[in-house]
């Protein structure tokens, strides 16, 4: 059998699990693994400029492909910058395995160089961690790793290295295991077949149904079931932000996204509803606006996820089904194939009539501009317009996220990355690296604010090595444009530093620095042609700094406390 | 309401912090814990107190069979179960009280384990209910230090949680 060093055997390790790309940035603890990667080519390694970015960018490779993302870093400052992206991919449930140095066995609890406790500070939002001990350990170690962080509900997985057990001077035999199986670890299968009845049962005979999708169709793969699902039945549908995609936004039967920032006639119809199918969601409360008394009076709830934990946590389940979504969709197909005349084809009629009074009040109309003053959401239009609605879209998080969840449509899976749960500032462009390197032909676009881009804004450099050709669109309202419309609307207007106007850099400056280009769009006439001539740089990162109006805030927008149905759908009308 | 959840868990470095992390990080409280390897040198047995309605224990429960270490629980007190905890508690003893305080622990069928001219180190085993009616008996007075271990429980009848 071979003999491998510790360190060897972790590259050979996740070059046997399939591993083609990992994301990291060297340090004292991980020499003895950078050293390895040097002496082989099977693996690609990316050196960002920022521990948070290799996390954020693997999340963004992971989000994209669906292959879970790889990270190195060192251990301490290595560690503790990368605990903001590993905390990002528990959130979504991103599949992902970080691998972080350590200080040697026999130093760790000495308050060492570079020591932290990377274990116990990643505890609370890891789906599992390991301390390697042994160099011997390791092949098992990630095989148990990558089964862990990709398999049931997925989500991120530690193992923490010391120093010694990758020492190049202990060489021991190498092999990867084939099979693992962890008998306190199982994963749901296929839903309980009665219950999966019962739902089918109260779809069939709903008068007002409704479809809620998250997130966890897309993790599932189970788009295209769910979209057959969907239409088969005829039924309106609604998506989450971190579930966009999962149904075609361009079909009739999308409303849009719901929640905080949904439309009125998405947020409407899952009041009215008599019959709610929730299925890869987990009821969050930027969906059931805070107050769970008052979501769904009517509704028969119908919940599908992988994770029994998700399910009566907020929102109790009439019909709880715990399975993959894939499996569970196809027994839905079949049962409905099977039954469908059943459908009341007139109260559906009703209700879709309802619906469509609802989509009239067009609540994502955009003013048009007076004095060529840009609207955000015009760019976002605009974007998808010269894209041709098929870019991978990476955002940050704020106003800008908002407008793009809105406008831009999306029709496929795997396009819209963004940080739904924990909401991270400086996710957008490093995810959009990781987005590139996954899908090396397609177009890359990161939508930003000033305030976000300026939290990982080091990347450019990255980009600039490895010639990502990274499209940022920056709608620069010159403040944290969320932030000061909550002030506008709930604190008298008082901007509490929230703005920063006259410090603002010059971004085009910024980025030519860099070695990339900057185009700066400050009227509504020049916004599509600034855009084209950005779009048409196909080989180059281009920076687009456009100045949007400041004033404008995102709407609809849920009524704080209140039921779905309450909200703001302008600076002057309520429901 | 007060809820024994026996859980059986890797014996593994970590695994305890697991379990006892999610109870701070999801505002669940732990009114009392006991762990110890089992017959299986592998795994270990957790058993801990908790209260809440019926959703937050439902909750609970769920949480930690999420956690990768955790192999199996029980819900002790979803059925019959016999309930123990062992306090060993030093009191003072002397003059009129040392015949006083050997009453209180015949009656409560505890067992003088160490003494010295002064004090009494007692045993008791019981539910907590009944250490807590020992200690009240005694009277503030009297007690000097207390030693708990915490509730561990097991299924009346055939009921066992094993692999």
Redesign the interface.
């Known amino acids: 059998m071979e003999q491998l060093s510790g360190g060897e055997m972790l590259i050979r390790a996740l070059h046997d699990e399939g591993v083609e790309i990992i994301f990291g940035y060297p340090g004292g603890a991980v020499l003895h693994i950078y050293d390895a990667i040097f002496n082989q080519d099977k693996i690609q390694h990316i050196l960002v400029r920022h521990e948070q970015a290799a996390t954020h960018a693997a999340d963004g490779y992971a989000r994209s492909s669906g292959k879970p993302g790889v990270v190195l870093v060192t251990s301490g400052p290595g560690a503790t910058n990368a605990i903001t992206g590993i905390a990002t991919a528990y959130m979504d449930s991103i599949p992902m395995v970080v691998i972080s140095g350590q200080v040697e066995s026999r130093m760790i609890g000495s308050d060492g160089f570079q020591e932290t406790d990377m274990?116990?500070i990643s505890?609370?939002i890891v789906?599992?961690?390991f301390?390697a001990q042994h160099p011997a350990e390791i092949p098992l170690l990630v095989k148990k790793a990558f089964h862990?962080a990709t398999t049931g509900r997925p989500g991120p997985v530690v193992i923490d290295i010391p120093k010694d057990v990758t020492d190049p001077k202990i060489k021991l035999p190498y092999s990867y295991p084939k099979d693992i199986k962890?008998?306190?670890?199982s994963i749901p299968g296929k839903g309980h077949s009665g219950q999966i009845k019962k739902a089918v049962d109260a779809l069939l005979s709903a008068k007002r149904p409704m479809i809620y999708a998250g997130g966890g169709v897309i993790q599932g793969s189970g788009s295209e079931l769910l979209t057959k699902l969907t239409r088969q039945l005829g039924f309106p549908i609604t998506n989450t932000l971190m579930g966009l995609g999962a149904y075609p936004s361009s079909d009739k039967q999308f409303l849009g996204m719901l929640g905080m920032h949904g439309t009125y006639e998405a947020n409407m119809a899952m009041h009215y509803c008599d019959v709610l199918l929730g299925i890869g969601v987990r009821f969050d409360d930027r969906v059931t606006n805070s107050d769970v008394t008052k979501f769904c009076p009517d509704a028969t709830i119908l919940h599908v996820d992988i994770?029994?934990?998700s399910i009566?946590?907020t929102v109790?389940a009439d019909v709880p089904i715990v399975g993959s979504v894939v499996s569970v969709l196809e027994e839905m197909l079949d049962l409905v194939a099977k039954a469908k005349a059943k459908i009341d084809k007139k109260a559906i009629g009703v209700w879709w009539k309802q619906i469509e009074q609802w989509r009239e009040k067009d609540s994502l109309a955009v003013a048009p501009s007076e004095n060529d003053v840009i609207k955000p959401q015009q760019v976002i239009k605009a974007i998808h317009k010269i894209t041709k609605g098929d870019a991978f879209v990476s955002s940050d998080v704020g106003q800008h996220q908002m407008f793009a969840a809105q406008y831009y449509g999306f029709d496929k899976p795997r396009r819209w990355i963004n940080s739904g749960g924990l909401g991270t500032m400086g996710f957008g462009l490093p995810a959009a690296m990781g987005v590139q390197f996954a899908h090396p032909k397609a177009v890359s676009v990161c939508v930003t604010g000033e305030g976000s881009i300026q939290m990982c804004l080091q990347e450019l450099a990255t980009c600039m090595q490895y010639q990502l050709p990274i499209k940022i669109i920056c709608l620069n309202n010159q403040a944290l444009g969320m932030v000061k419309q909550w002030q506008d609307m709930q604190y008298g207007g008082r901007h509490s530093h929230s703005t920063y106007a006259e410090s603002l850099p010059d971004f085009v400056k910024l980025v030519e620095a860099y070695g990339h280009v900057g185009i700066k769009i400050e009227k509504f006439s020049d916004l599509e042609s600034g855009l084209k001539k950005a779009f048409a740089l196909k080989d180059r990162l281009v920076f687009v700094d456009v100045m949007v109006d400041p004033e404008e805030h995102v709407y609809p927008m849920a009524i704080k406390g209140g039921a779905m149905k309450d909200m703001i759908l302008s600076k002057t009308e309520r429901t | 309401m007060r809820h024994i959840i026996s859980v059986l868990?890797?014996n593994e470095?970590?695994a305890l912090?697991?379990v006892v992390?999610l109870f701070s990080?999801r505002n669940y409280n732990i009114d009392s814990l006991t762990v110890a390897p089992t017959e299986d040198r592998s795994l270990s047995r957790l058993t801990l107190t908790t209260s809440g309605d019926d959703?937050r224990i439902?909750?609970i429960t769920?949480?930690l069979?999420?956690l990768?270490?955790?192999?199996k629980l029980v819900d002790l007190t979803e059925g019959a179960h016999i309930e123990r905890e062992l306090m060993l508690i030093k009191v003072k003893a002397v003059g009129p009280q040392r015949a006083e305080v050997k009453r209180t622990v015949d009656i409560f069928r505890g067992q003088i384990v160490d003494l010295t001219s002064s004090v009494y180190t007692i045993q008791l085993t019981g539910t907590s209910d009944k250490l807590d009616a020992f200690i009240t008996a005694l009277g503030d007075n009297v007690v000097m230090e207390v030693a708990r271990t915490g509730v561990s429980g097991i299924s009346r009848g055939e009921k066992v949680l094993s692999?």
């Open positions: 274990v116990g505890r609370p789906k599992h961690s301390m862990i962890l008998r306190s670890y994770d029994p934990a009566s946590k109790a | 868990m890797e470095p970590g912090s697991r992390g990080q959703r439902e909750q769920k949480h069979n999420k990768v270490d955790v192999v692999l």
